[in-house]
Structures are given as C-alpha cells and as structure tokens.
C-alpha cells in the first residue's frame, strides 16, 4: 500500500527500560542494528499496526508497555534505486513514519525474537537512549535523529542531552565528513535489492 507519492505508511517504535536504556535490535543475518519498524496495513491505524509489530517483531503484548508519546507527524525516508528491485522503481520511494515511543512495564524476559516464523531480529541489547549510528543504514539516520530529537523532551530531563547534534549530525539531515555508508552498516549480497516486504512493510534484502 502505497501512497500517491510512492512512500509506504509504517511505523517505527522506540521502546525503553526503567533506564531509559533503548531497545537495540540486530537484523537478521546482517551486521546492522535498528529499531522494531514495519507497514500499516490497510485499515489499521497506527496505533494499531505499531501494536502488532510489537508481538511480531520483539514478543511483546500490549499489556507489557505504555505508550509515552508518539511523533506529530509522518517522518520520510528514500531509498536508494540501487537498493529497490528494478521492477519497483518509479513506484515506491521510500517509507513515511510515524514514530511511538514506549516504556517496557514488563521485564526483559517478556522478550521473545522468536514470536513469529519470520523474526527481524537475530540479537537485542539494551543501549543509551542517544544510541550510535553508525551501524544503521545511511539513508534511515535522518529519520532516526529526527524522531530521537522529537522524542526526547518527553524523557527525563537528565536524559536531553543530544549526542547527535555536538557531533554535527543536525534532524535536518546534515552531516559531517563523507557520504559512504560505515563498515557494517549493511551487508546485502551483491546484486541484492532493498525493499519492503508486500505483507509487512518491513524492508529485506
């Protein structure tokens, strides 16, 4: 499900601990790290798809969090032609999201990568709420600053302390040094496309 500007509605969720620690997951077969993300079905709101990707993706029942607050507005990304599936170019660009942010009221053990037959993730662990980018794939980290940066005036006031924006990475996506994305970040097979997943929005080599 597209809309007319060839972005795919989804969600993205930024689930933390009593520390105000975030969930850190590691894709599956790859060295990349990222939060719980996927599509919204048709009809569901999404507070409902975000909701499902969260039994689907981490394990975990709504009963296990509260959900703290939620981004205004869709927050986009594009993906790379090099990274989308030749018969799909032209038509999808890229993911439009909008962002929960959770608190874990359960306990770490509720936790389970396994939920579905199809898991995203392979490894977890928990990491400081201004989490290092670097081993995120170039094209989501605007994304991802902007939603941390909107986020976090609901934490503590001890946890606004933008990382980020002292080491000239700013939400309206400027960056310095190069545009190469680090070692690590993605590790697709040559040839490999980028896409989301037609049932779940999720994207997959």
């Known amino acids: 499900m597209l809309d007319r500007d060839g972005f795919r509605p989804n969600v993205g969720i930024v689930l933390l601990n009593q520390k105000n620690q975030v969930f850190w997951g590691k894709r599956i077969r790859t060295h990349s ?7 919204i079905d048709r009809g569901e709101t999404p ?13 975990l029942q709504r009963e296990h969090v509260r959900i703290v607050a939620r981004t205004r507005d869709w927050l986009r990304y594009e993906v790379p032609d ?18 929960f942010l959770l608190q874990l009221v359960g306990h770490d053990w509720d936790l ?4 579905t037959d199809h898991p995203e993730f392979d490894a977890w662990r928990w990491n400081d709420y ?6 995120v794939v170039e094209f989501k980290r605007e994304v991802y600053v902007t939603a941390l940066t909107e986020l976090s005036r609901f934490l503590p006031r001890n946890e606004h302390r933008n990382r980020f924006l002292r080491q000239g990475i ?22 490999a ?9 999720n994207e997959h080599a």
Do not use: C
């Open 112 to 115: 389970n990568l396994r939920a």
């Open 33 to 39: 790290w990222q939060f719980p993300q996927g599509g």
């Open 47 to 59: 507070e409902q798809a975000m909701i499902r990707e969260l039994h689907e993706e981490v394990g």
């Open 130 to 135: 201004w989490v290092p980018l670097d081993a």
């Open 82 to 99: 090099r990274f989308i599936r030749r018969d799909s170019r032209g038509f999808y660009k890229g993911q439009k999201q909008i962002w």
């Open 193 to 201: 496309s980028w896409e989301p997943d037609p049932q779940t929005g």
């Open 170 to 191: 700013r939400p309206s996506g400027t960056e310095t040094g190069g545009d190469d994305t680090p070692d690590g970040a993605l590790d697709l097979p040559p040839g």
